[in-house]
């Protein structure tokens, strides 16, 4: 389940998507679930 705020990146293409409104369900990319990345990780995409 996603939650507002949280940042997820695809490791086969590098997309990388920012959480808007939450829900059931995973974010898939390329077939394959996406990983949530940490603060400090996600930090390096928001700035």
Do not use: P, R, T
Not at 17 to 22: A, R, T
Not at 29 to 39: D, F, I, Q, V
């Amino acid at each position: 389940m996603a939650k507002k705020g949280e940042v997820y990146k695809c490791d086969i293409c590098g997309n990388v998507v920012s959480v808007l409104n939450g829900g059931d369900g995973d974010l898939v990319c390329c077939g394959e679930e996406m990983h949530l990345l940490s603060e400090e990780e996600a930090k390096e995409y928001l700035d």
